[in-house]
C-alpha cells in the first residue's frame, strides 16, 4: 500500500506562485511512475505532469513553461511548482502514484494510477 497526502493548496491572485507537496509513505513510494492530477469544476480529471523513476518528465501543454514536477526521494515527497497561475488553473489537486506504471507513465491517464491522495484545493482569483 502506498499513502499520499498532498498540501500547499491555497488562494491566490493570477500570476501568483504556489507550490503543492505530496508525502508519500508505504512500502513502495520509490516506485516508477507519479503524478499530479486535476480536476476543475465541471470537468474530468486531467493529468497536469508526471515524473518516472528514471528522472523523465511529462507536462501538459495547458501548463509548460509555468508548471514543474520534481521528486526528492530523501524526502519521500513530490512537488509542484506552479508560477503564473491563472484562473483556469483553479482546481483540486491530486497525487498519484503507481509503483508498476512505465511505458504508459507520461500518457498521464489517470486511469493507470492505482494510489490517490485526498487532494488539495487551489484558487485563482482576482
Known amino acids: 500500500q502506498v499513502q499520499l497526502v498532498e498540501s500547499g493548496g491555497g488562494s491566490v491572485h493570477p500570476g501568483g506562485s504556489l507550490r503543492l507537496s505530496c508525502a508519500a509513505s508505504?512500502?513502495?513510494?520509490?516506485?516508477?511512475?507519479m503524478g499530479w492530477f486535476r480536476q476543475r469544476p465541471g470537468k474530468e480529471r486531467e493529468g497536469v505532469a508526471t515524473i518516472r523513476s528514471d528522472g523523465t518528465t511529462s507536462v501538459a501543454d495547458s501548463v509548460k513553461g509555468r508548471f514543474t514536477i520534481s521528486k526528492d526521494n530523501a524526502k519521500n515527497t513530490l512537488y509542484l511548482q506552479m508560477n503564473s497561475l491563472k484562473p483556469e488553473d483553479t482546481a483540486m489537486y491530486y497525487c498519484?502514484?503507481?509503483?508498476?506504471?512505465?511505458?504508459?507513465?507520461?500518457?498521464?491517464?489517470?486511469?493507470?494510477?492505482?494510489?490517490w491522495g485526498q487532494g488539495t484545493q487551489v484558487t485563482v482569483s482576482s
Open positions: 498519484a502514484a503507481d509503483p508498476g506504471l512505465w511505458i504508459h507513465c507520461h500518457t498521464r491517464a489517470p486511469t493507470h494510477f492505482s494510489y
Open positions: 508505504g512500502a513502495t513510494y520509490s516506485g516508477n511512475c
